[in-house]
């Protein structure tokens, strides 16, 4: 990075078609300044070179806070582009305050441990520190010479787990979870349970990191850049190859087997055949899934509010959900996939871990607790690969819970342009309980069994959308490889696709594409088979892995991470109990 200068910088701030563009000037800010903002409780983040503070628009944000404050100290460029329409994005100049010269080297937000220093603990705020200041370094628990910002060093990660990343051939494994990290020895030949509970939960993160640093390419700033000035020009081919227009015809087949299905719900209700019309109506939820997640994304009509309105009608309406708990969830989702600490969609204690991690009574950003691993806990998670289908049947009355908490307690936007969304959605929730819990439930099934059956049997046919949620993720990487980790590459590397034939696609509604779908989340469903060759090709060229497995194959991996963190339970237990006997018997002498 240059040495910062007080020399302004002009740029072009958007206005209104048909009056002139106004220039303002910008100062050019040194990432000591940055660092002194945040440390002041200020939301920076960096947008196209560009310094953008988001105090005042963090209480305004249709998405949640959390998303916003996961990028705070870092560059969200692509973050913020794929996630935002242009007119979100155009919205955002208002808040620039300053500007970045060079490769912007990230901060640890505090949101996820970050550490700051004030602007007034030394220097002029101009001198040239990037050179001296290494955050990836300290993310991984080597000293730095310059102690600015970001997060502690950690006894987790020791400093030779940075060398190991220059190994960075695309090495690949049978599957995601082929490695297993629940082995009986440690890195340095020690048996596990001579080790207490602390240090093993240590060394299996450092074997975590260290395959993940072997198999994906290297951390540096030019291999980071490069990834990403590649990633941005797929952006502008997927573009001008038109797959962000939406294909209307392909909805208009999409009503159509949601109009049959509900139908044949009632046909069959009508009939007396209970069974069979739970059935269709939890193959129409299941169905109906698809475009809400569609609309939630804008992928739809990419008009913020008539997507929304899509979303909650599907939602809240048809379905019982809240679609504007899932945004919240789901935009922190795709925000810091995979992250034990921070992405709720895999936060699933006491029933589920998909990391060793979950076994230290971590504390959820998210949640804002923590997630403790305590009897209930420790049941679960040791039947947990046997348990995982059956707790699939059951899971839409925990998102009924979910979506109910999210409404009651007003954590949605309560400003800016989507401050009625929660009204319309309490509108929507009691519609729903209208048609389908009064008028299907109580007034068209006779007797008090056959209401539970009915209830049961409808839910139960979720399970496949269960599975096909988590099954993208469950296998995939939960490593923190640290800040400089690009955009790109941490969706590759946590996610991946199912392979399907063309004419299944329907049954899977996108959710087998769940790669290109994290590295362009605006695109419409129709159009992810297309846009997969140019991912995968992209893929080759920068020398990322793809992961792409049938849904057979899927599922036994999914199957075999939660049988594998089952064990390092296990072997936990057994740590804990050696060093309770140590610590006992240094008592007695």
């Known amino acids: 990075m240059a040495t910062p200068t007080n020399a302004p910088i002009s740029a072009a701030a958007s206005a209104p078609r048909g009056k002139p563009t106004k220039t303002r000037v910008y100062p050019l800010m040194s990432r000591r300044q940055v660092e002194g903002l945040i440390a002041q409780g200020r939301v920076v983040i960096i947008i196209d070179q560009f310094v953008v503070k988001l105090d005042g628009w963090l209480a305004y944000h249709p998405g949640g806070d959390k998303a916003i404050l996961h990028m705070v100290g870092r560059d969200a460029t692509d973050e913020v582009s794929v996630l935002h329409s242009p007119e979100a994005r155009s919205q955002m100049t208002r808040y620039r305050i300053g500007r970045v010269e060079g490769h912007w080297r990230n901060f640890v937000p505090p949101i996820q441990g970050g550490k700051f220093r004030a602007l007034e603990e030394g220097g002029s705020g101009f001198e040239d520190i990037d050179d001296n200041d290494d955050d990836t370094m300290r993310f991984f628990g080597a000293p730095s010479p310059s102690d600015v910002g970001s997060r502690e ?22 599957s995601p979870a082929s490695v297993s990290s629940a082995t009986s020895t440690t890195d340095d030949g020690h048996d596990d349970k001579d080790m207490d509970g602390t240090a093993f939960l240590d060394s299996e993160t450092r074997k975590q990191i260290r395959l993940d640093l072997h198999k994906y390419p290297a951390l540096d700033d030019g291999t980071q850049s490069d990834i990403v000035r590649k990633y941005r020009l797929l952006n502008e081919r997927i573009k001008a190859e038109g797959l962000y227009n939406c294909d209307y015809r392909a909805y208009a087949i999409e009503v159509m087997r949601y109009t049959i299905l509900f139908a044949a719900m009632l046909t069959f209700l009508r009939w007396g055949w209970y069974f069979l019309s739970a059935a269709c109506l939890g193959c129409f939820w299941h169905q109906l899934v698809f475009s809400a997640h569609d609309a939630g994304h804008m992928g739809i009509t990419h008009n913020f509010h008539v997507d929304t309105c899509i979303g909650i009608f599907i939602a809240d309406f048809m379905g019982g959900l809240s679609i504007g708990w899932w945004k919240r969830n789901h935009n922190v989702h795709h925000i810091v996939t ?91 929730q009691v519609f729903f309980w209208v048609w389908f819990g009064y008028g299907i439930v109580y007034r068209s099934i006779p007797n008090n069994w056959d209401r539970f059956v009915f209830v049961i049997i409808s839910h139960m046919f979720q399970a496949p959308l269960h599975v096909q949620i988590t099954l993208s993720h469950f296998a995939m990487s939960t490593a923190d490889l640290g800040p400089q980790e690009s955009f790109p590459q941490k969706m590759l590397r946590t996610t991946m696709d199912v392979d399907c034939p063309t004419w299944l696609d329907f049954f899977h509604g996108g959710l087998q594409f769940q790669v290109v779908h994290h590295m362009y989340p605006r695109i419409p469903r129709h ?48 740590c804990q109990k050696v060093a309770a006997h140590h610590i006992q018997g240094g008592h007695r002498h």
């Open 338 to 428: 995979n992250s034990p600490e921070h992405d709720p969609d895999i936060e699933h204690l006491p029933f589920f871990a998909v990391s060793h991690r979950f076994l230290g009574n971590l504390t959820s950003s998210y949640y804002e607790r923590v997630m403790e691993y305590d009897l209930a806990a420790r049941f679960f998670l040791s039947l947990q690969s046997y348990l995982y289908y059956p707790i699939m049947l059951f899971g839409r009355f925990n998102l009924y819970r979910l979506s109910w908490d999210h409404l009651i307690m007003g954590r949605g936007p309560k400003k800016g342009i989507a401050w009625w969304h929660r009204w319309l959605e309490v509108a929507g």
């Open 527 to 574: 159009n992810l088979r297309k846009t997969q060759r140019l991912v995968q090709d992209f893929c080759n060229d920068v020398g990322i892995p793809y992961a792409l497995y049938g849904f057979v194959d899927g599922n036994k991996d999914v199957i075999g991470r939660l049988a594998e963190v089952s064990r390092q339970a296990a072997i936990l237990a057994k």
């Open 153 to 174: 060093a950690s006894p987790v990660f020791d400093t030779a787990d940075i060398h190991v990343r220059r190994r960075h051939g695309a090495a690949q494994s049978s």
